[in-house]
């Protein structure tokens, strides 16, 4: 072999990982991306999702919308049906995981169908009550709970819902289940809840805040391991001595399976670009919705973290007793 030939094999070598690369990649993004948003238009999903994609478009060399579609099932099923190209990625909160459990029958492989390219938010949920509940605090309101268990009703946005799991925990810490209300996002329960139709909600805190500031309704803790600074006086739960109603309203964002590893490597950076955004940090900071640690971005902490909040809703649900289909 030549010397010329050698070094031809050589640089052909090197740039053999190169080439995988761009053949995975292309001139990936060259047109618009789509985010849907894993949960009612305007709800706290729809929310997150508009802030986010908001900052992703200063990101990406593309525009970034958002397509808002409800109903548990019917946003994950779009995107593992979608085409893994990385032009249609979900942002969906901690109910993907809690599906896994609550839909014995699913119509997509769970964890399978879906590639985790980070966590974009951690949001405390409130635990509150109608403005005429008689509790004082959270010790209170969780006798109330344990004495009179049925009789009292709790407002959710579906079995799938933040307000859901949260409520869950509540109940199975003051050993008694309430009666479960179900409506169509969360926004149309705290309305009956503001109207002392309905006892209680636990809801997250970028819903329930604007309320609390103007005492319409009654605020007993929220389940972040330290209090909120938008909420100073409010106790977490494992200070008012419920340590096992711990839960963040977490939102991640996923693309199809099977879409390219570099796709994935891309939108995963931009993302984590995105979260050091100044109008995205203040958004969430009017919002009191956290932007995740460093340790808890990324595409390996979000491929780690995803199975095992399926596998930490499990018992909790199973213990419920209450599915979905």
């Given at each position: 072999m030549?010397?010329?030939?050698?070094?031809?094999?050589?640089?052909?070598?090197?740039?053999?990982?190169?080439?995988?690369?761009?053949?995975?990649?292309?001139d990936y993004p060259n047109?618009?991306?789509?985010?849907?948003?894993?949960?009612?238009?305007?709800?706290?999903?729809?929310?997150?999702?508009?802030?986010v994609a908001d900052a992703l478009g200063?990101?990406?060399?593309?525009?970034?919308?958002?397509?808002a579609i409800?109903?548990?099932?019917?946003?994950?099923?779009?995107?593992?049906?979608?085409?893994?190209?990385?032009?249609?990625?979900?942002?969906?909160?901690?109910g993907l995981c809690a599906a896994a459990t609550l839909y014995r029958r699913l119509p997509f492989p769970m964890p399978g169908?879906?590639?985790?390219?980070?966590?974009?938010?951690?949001?405390?949920m409130t635990v509150v009550a109608r403005p005429g509940f008689a509790a004082t605090d959270m010790q209170q309101l969780m006798a109330t709970l344990k004495r009179e268990g049925d009789k009292l009703n709790l407002a959710t946005a579906g079995l799938s819902s933040s307000a859901n799991l949260c409520g869950l925990l509540v109940q199975q810490a003051a050993?008694?289940?309430?009666?479960?209300?179900?409506?169509?996002?969360?926004?149309?329960?705290?309305?009956?809840?503001?109207?002392?139709?309905?006892?209680?909600?636990?809801d997250q805190a970028t819903n329930t805040i604007p309320y609390i500031r103007e005492n319409r309704i009654k605020v007993y803790a929220v389940t972040s391991p330290q209090r909120l600074p938008g909420l100073p006086n409010v106790p977490t739960t494992a200070e008012a001595g419920f340590p096992s109603i711990d839960m963040s309203a977490w939102?991640?964002?996923?693309?199809?399976?099977?879409?390219?590893?570099?796709?994935?490597?891309?939108?995963?950076?931009?993302i984590i670009q995105a979260l050091k955004d100044e109008k995205l940090r203040a958004r969430f900071a009017e919002l009191l919705t956290n932007?995740?640690?460093?340790?808890?971005?990324?595409?390996?902490?979000?491929?780690?973290f995803f199975p095992e909040e399926i596998a930490r809703w499990r018992p909790v649900i199973q213990a419920a007793g209450a599915y979905a289909d």
């Open positions: 030549t010397t010329t030939s050698r070094r031809a094999l050589l640089a052909a070598t090197l740039l053999a990982p190169a080439v995988a690369r761009a053949q995975g990649s292309g047109r618009p991306v789509t985010i849907i948003a894993a949960g009612a238009a305007g709800g706290p999903t729809d929310t997150i999702t508009r802030i200063r990101v990406l060399p593309v525009p970034v919308v958002v397509e409800g109903g548990s099932l019917v946003a994950p099923q779009k995107l593992v049906n979608s085409r893994p190209d990385g032009y249609t990625i979900m942002n969906q909160n901690v169908g879906f590639a985790p390219l980070g966590v974009v938010s951690d949001a405390a050993g008694a289940g309430a009666t479960t209300v179900v409506f169509r996002g969360t926004g149309p329960a705290i309305g009956e809840v503001m109207a002392d139709r309905i006892d209680l909600i636990c939102h991640g964002i996923y693309a199809p399976a099977g879409t390219p590893e570099p796709i994935q490597q891309r939108l995963s950076d931009a932007i995740p640690a460093p340790e808890r971005q990324g595409l390996a902490f979000h491929r780690r």
